[in-house]
């Protein structure tokens, strides 16, 4: 199974300000329809895995019934097998009293019609049970193929995102100790960037180590057009009192995570649609926030790669 979520780290001090009611709406709006669209993702991923598993079960249920028809069929032809040396053993017997009494012979007659019609019961039902295990066989087939694309598919999108950790791993090396981590967990890539590496207190503006390790980032994910991005901004839940262009922790935390992809929009060959930027404000903590070590770790910047898994949607609606 995949690991489980590693949040990025990212900070997010007091500030001054007030952004305009319009603007902060229109973010507030975006932050809304993106976090849907990857709580959708979230839960299609999570269908994904029943779904493999449900076709799995309907696969052993298949081949238990498929063993049963099978014992079935063979318990028919013993039958077949029976009922033939019957009839050849009543044939004799006609053959040998058809010299004596026209009654016997009679009743002869009737036991052969008898036994004819039970060997033709019994040949149409064993063509029946044969229709149905090979109709059954394609099934199992069927399915098995459909369990194999998806685990194909599955292994794939892991091992794309393994290579994609193991990129952005190397890519960053000289910023490790620097307050930036990358994790694989749950499919996904997390890359968390602390507020030392990126802002000064109080703004979201970018130093230079921090935008030469978001370029970095870029360069990698220049190269792997089929993930999406999301980028979130963090804070710790200490009420925002400053004055000027900042309102308040959600807003600190949307200009931050904005201003990532600013930075990361300006490699052209990155997919600017790849890209979300939402504000979390203080309401996904990773930490405590009763010590200034846990609020130092609820400040922070969060970069989340998602594999797309269109090819497996597809997959799945096959009927």
Not at 164 to 173: D, G, V
Not at 201 to 220: D, F, N, Y
Request: net charge neutral.
């Amino acid at each position: 199974m995949l690991k489980k979520i590693i949040i990025l780290s990212v900070i997010v001090s007091l500030s001054s300000s007030c952004v305009s009611s319009k603007i902060y709406k229109e973010l507030d709006g975006k932050y809304t329809t993106l976090k849907n669209e990857y709580d959708n993702l979230s839960s299609e991923n999570e269908f994904i895995t029943n779904d493999r598993n449900l076709l799995q079960s309907q696969l052993d249920q298949l081949r238990i019934i498929y063993d049963s028809l099978f014992v079935k069929q063979n318990s028919l032809k013993k039958d077949l097998v029976a009922f033939q040396k019957k009839y050849d053993n009543i044939n004799k017997t006609y053959k040998a009293l058809e010299q004596n009494s026209s009654e016997e012979i009679a009743n002869n007659v009737q036991k052969n019609r008898e036994l004819l019609a039970q060997l033709e019961a019994k040949e149409l039902a064993l063509i029946a049970e044969s229709n149905r295990l090979l109709k059954l066989e394609a099934n199992m087939v069927e399915r098995s193929n459909r369990i194999a694309e998806l685990e194909a598919l599955i292994n794939s999108k892991d091992k794309a995102m393994r290579d994609l950790k193991n990129a952005i791993s190397k890519a960053l090396t000289a910023f490790e100790g620097k307050g930036l981590t990358v994790e694989q967990q749950d499919g996904k890539v997390y890359v968390s960037m602390e507020n030392k590496l990126l802002f000064k207190s109080g703004s979201w503006a970018i130093g230079p180590e921090g935008r030469k390790a978001i370029e970095q980032l870029g360069i990698v994910l220049a190269d792997n057009p089929e993930i999406a991005v999301l980028i979130e901004g963090h804070t710790d839940n200490d009420p925002f009192s400053g004055s000027g262009q900042i309102a308040d922790n959600w807003d600190l935390s949307t200009k931050r995570a904005t201003a990532i992809v600013q930075i990361l929009s300006e490699n052209q060959i990155i997919k600017l649609e790849n890209l979300t930027a939402a504000g979390r404000s203080e309401y996904a903590p990773v930490a405590l926030n009763n010590s200034n070590d846990g609020k130092a770790k609820n400040r922070r910047i969060e970069v989340v790669l998602t594999p797309k898994l269109d090819e497996i949607s597809k997959l799945l609606k096959i009927n």
